[in-house]
């Protein structure tokens, strides 16, 4: 500091106060105590608010870690069935599996997809079998399943788009036959809900709910996810021919309609945190049941500055979970889900 800045710093009395400024008005006054923060805060997050992401593997009596996501498993089915229940003890609502399919069942067309034996439907029928008050979420898209990694089909460079809504279709009627009670398409192709929609009620499943991913960005933040079923390695390109650009804001909007207008009963935004004025935007215009996706990304980032000491784990997961809803979420589908919910529970 020079001799002047501080002979700046010294001139006192200023002719000016706080209290000048603020009058009677004072922020801080509701602030100030522990009982009058709780009684002001507007939002909170409940274990109603969550839906726990649970990757299956095959295999019996495995866990298998997944390197970039730490703390999360890929689990064979009699596993996955126990953490189910364990979501259910803990009173999470519901929980969305994705499959690790063997590299030896991926082909061109994804076609394990429309296997009624597959990973997904046979996890659908335990979990069925041994939980009742947790609702089971899956996921319609092909890359799971497709040797290229993409979510629909592919013909030359190009993702088609009815063909592989043709498909789609009969991957959620699979899902829907093995006891899926939400089918959620996170494919991005034009007109699926419709479709789904349709053949869901052409087929006595007039009761199964679309969740369906209306603004889904072609985020960076995926990648550990990729890693966890196992599509990284094959993916051949991108996927900006179907999923958003983020720079991209009114083009959710209209996503949503058209979701909306095809049978959509939730909307899903995806990936989290960056997006959240998306998500304000379509609560505010459309009033639906409005979730978001704590990407891989979003929870590897936050496991990694924790494991360095940098940030408090367990305090900056309940702050990123309560911008989702002061964002307008009524839900978040979150890795962090069961330990929330103990969290919550204590
Ligand atoms: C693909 C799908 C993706 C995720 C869920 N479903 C990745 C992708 O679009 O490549 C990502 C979820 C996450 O990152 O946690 N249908």
Same mark, same amino acid.
């Given at each position: 500091?020079?001799?002047?800045?501080?002979?700046?710093? +010294?001139?006192?009395? *200023?002719? *000016?106060?706080?209290?000048?400024?603020?009058?009677?008005?004072?922020?801080?006054?509701?602030?100030?105590?522990?009982?009058?923060?709780?009684?002001?805060?507007?939002?909170?997050?409940?274990?109603?608010?969550?839906?726990?992401?649970?990757?299956?593997?095959?295999?019996?009596?495995?866990?298998?870690?997944?390197?970039?996501?730490?703390?999360?498993?890929?689990?064979?089915?009699?596993?996955?069935?126990?953490?189910?229940?364990?979501?259910?003890?803990?009173?999470?609502?519901?929980?969305?599996?994705?499959?690790?399919?063997?590299?030896?069942?991926?082909?061109?067309?994804?076609?394990?997809?429309?296997? #009624?034996?597959?990973?997904?439907?046979?996890?659908?029928?335990?979990?069925?079998?041994?939980?009742?008050?947790?609702?089971?979420? !899956?996921?319609?898209? *092909?890359?799971?399943? !497709?040797?290229?990694?993409?979510?629909?089909?592919?013909?030359?460079?190009?993702?088609?788009?009815?063909?592989?809504?043709?498909?789609?279709?009969?991957?959620?009627?699979?899902?829907?036959?093995?006891?899926?009670?939400?089918?959620?398409?996170? +494919?991005?192709?034009?007109?699926?809900?419709?479709?789904?929609?349709?053949?869901?009620?052409?087929?006595?499943?007039?009761?199964?709910?679309?969740?369906?991913?209306?603004?889904?960005?072609? #985020?960076?933040?995926?990648?550990?996810?990729?890693?966890?079923?196992?599509?990284?390695? !094959? *993916?051949?390109?991108?996927?900006?021919?179907?999923?958003?650009?983020?720079?991209?804001?009114?083009?959710?909007?209209?996503?949503?309609?058209?979701?909306?207008?095809? %049978?959509? +009963?939730?909307?899903?935004?995806?990936?989290?945190?960056?997006?959240?004025?998306?998500?304000?935007?379509?609560? +505010?215009?459309?009033?639906?049941? !409005?979730?978001?996706?704590?990407?891989?990304?979003?929870?590897?980032?936050?496991?990694?500055?924790?494991?360095? %000491?940098?940030?408090?784990?367990?305090?900056?997961?309940?702050?990123?979970?309560?911008?989702?809803?002061?964002?307008?979420?009524?839900?978040?589908?979150?890795?962090?889900?069961?330990?929330?919910?103990?969290?919550?529970?204590?």
């Amino acid at each position: 500091m020079t001799d002047e800045t501080h002979q700046i710093a +010294d001139t006192l009395p *200023l002719s *000016l106060s706080a209290a000048d400024v603020v009058g009677p008005i004072r922020m801080r006054r509701n602030r100030r105590t522990n009982w009058s923060r709780r009684l002001v805060q507007e939002n909170k997050i409940s274990v109603n608010d969550l839906i726990w992401p649970i990757f299956i593997k095959d295999g019996q009596g495995d866990s298998e870690a997944i390197p970039s996501m730490p703390g999360v498993f890929r689990h064979s089915v009699d596993k996955a069935v126990k953490e189910v229940e364990r979501a259910s003890r803990l009173g999470i609502p519901a929980v969305a599996l994705f499959p690790y399919t063997d590299p030896a069942l991926r082909d061109e067309t994804g076609s394990e997809a429309l296997n #009624s034996a597959n990973l997904v439907c046979t996890a659908c029928r335990a979990v069925k079998a041994a939980v009742s008050d947790v609702g089971i979420i !899956t996921d319609v898209a *092909l890359d799971p399943y !497709t040797s290229h990694g993409h979510d629909g089909l592919l013909e030359g460079d190009e993702i088609v788009n009815d063909p592989t809504v043709d498909v789609l279709v009969r991957q959620a009627l699979n899902q829907a036959a093995a006891g899926a009670d939400v089918i959620a398409p996170s +494919d991005m192709m034009d007109g699926r809900v419709g479709v789904i929609r349709h053949g869901l009620d052409q087929n006595g499943f007039q009761h199964i709910q679309i969740l369906a991913y209306s603004a889904k960005y072609a #985020s960076a933040f995926y990648g550990p996810f990729r890693d966890a079923v196992g599509s990284s390695g !094959t *993916l051949k390109g991108d996927k900006r021919t179907y999923q958003m650009d983020p720079a991209n804001t009114d083009e959710a909007l209209r996503e949503a309609e058209l979701d909306i207008a095809e %049978g959509a +009963d939730m909307l899903m935004v995806k990936p989290g945190m960056p997006y959240l004025d998306i998500v304000r935007r379509l609560k +505010d215009t459309f009033q639906m049941p !409005t979730f978001a996706y704590q990407v891989s990304g979003e929870f590897a980032m936050i496991e990694a500055a924790a494991a360095n %000491g940098w940030i408090d784990r367990e305090k900056a997961i309940l702050e990123s979970l309560l911008a989702f809803k002061r964002a307008g979420c009524d839900g978040i589908l979150t890795y962090f889900a069961a330990e929330v919910a103990e969290m919550l529970a204590d």
